[in-house]
């Protein structure tokens, strides 16, 4: 059974840095064709994605988001983590992790779980 | 970056209507677009994956259509959990980047 969840601070002050962990189970991120991803969504507004690392530790960013984001994962742990910098009122938002893998191409295209979700609010 | 532009923004439909929603990329992506409904106050859910394959426990209600740039997600017969709002995604061979859709709300008439 894959399951994800994320977890992290509810409030974090403009310019602060966030730190999100995604805690997985059900399947191995050093498994070929596996991968995970930070999703974003401002309440109301529609999902945005941020990050994703692979099995192979390759690593892509949001071309807009890039230089506030890293993304790193502990295989032996099951967590994938999300770093972002210089937080502002406007990335306020629900933060998803996923597992994307891949469906009839080798390629990991789609996200097939994912977690719940948890609110970050930026505000002083 | 590869943009994907749905239409209509909302659309407005009776119980046992179909559903046409459209997902345009402004390059292609072969086949490599997800279909996903979201609820309130849900993460999405995955519906249809490379095009037009349905993800397990899917009803069949549901199918994926497309290939290039322009895709489509049709409800044959909308049942009345199906009011939600539909995200398409893509993630081409190059750049190997991720995008969504601005998203189409169905709303009940």
């Known amino acids: 059974q894959v399951t994800l969840r994320e977890s992290g601070p509810a409030l974090v002050k403009p310019t602060q840095t966030l730190t999100l962990t995604c805690t997985f189970s059900?399947?191995?991120?050093?498994?070929?064709?596996?991968?995970v991803s930070w999703i974003r969504q401002p309440p109301g507004k529609a999902l945005e994605w941020l990050a994703l690392?692979?099995?192979?530790?390759?690593?892509y960013y949001s071309t807009s988001l890039k230089t506030r984001l890293t993304i790193s994962k502990d295989t032996s742990k099951n967590q994938v983590v999300l770093t972002m910098t210089n937080m502002d009122p406007v990335d306020t938002a629900t933060y998803y992790c996923?597992?994307?893998?891949?469906?009839?191409?080798?390629?990991?295209?789609?996200?097939?779980?994912w977690g719940q979700g948890t609110l970050v609010t930026v505000s002083s | 970056e590869i943009v994907l532009t749905q239409s209509p923004a909302t659309l407005s439909l009776s119980p046992g209507e179909r559903a046409t929603l459209s997902c345009r990329a402004s390059?292609?992506?072969?086949?490599?677009l997800a279909w996903y409904q979201q609820k309130p106050g849900q993460a999405p859910r995955l519906l249809i994956y490379?095009?037009?394959n349905r993800a397990t426990g899917i009803p069949a209600r549901f199918s994926g259509s497309g290939s290039g740039t322009d895709f489509t997600l049709t409800i044959s017969s909308l049942e009345p959990e199906d009011f939600a709002v539909y995200y398409c995604q893509q993630r081409s061979n190059w750049p190997r980047l991720i995008t969504f859709g601005q998203g189409t709300r169905l709303e009940i008439k």
């Open positions: 390059q292609s992506v072969s086949s490599y």
């Open positions: 690392i692979d099995w192979d530790d390759d690593k």
């Open positions: 996923a597992r994307m893998i891949g469906g009839t191409t080798p390629l990991p295209t789609f996200y097939d779980y």
């Open positions: 059900g399947f191995s991120l050093s498994t070929s064709g596996m991968c």
């Open positions: 490379d095009a037009s």
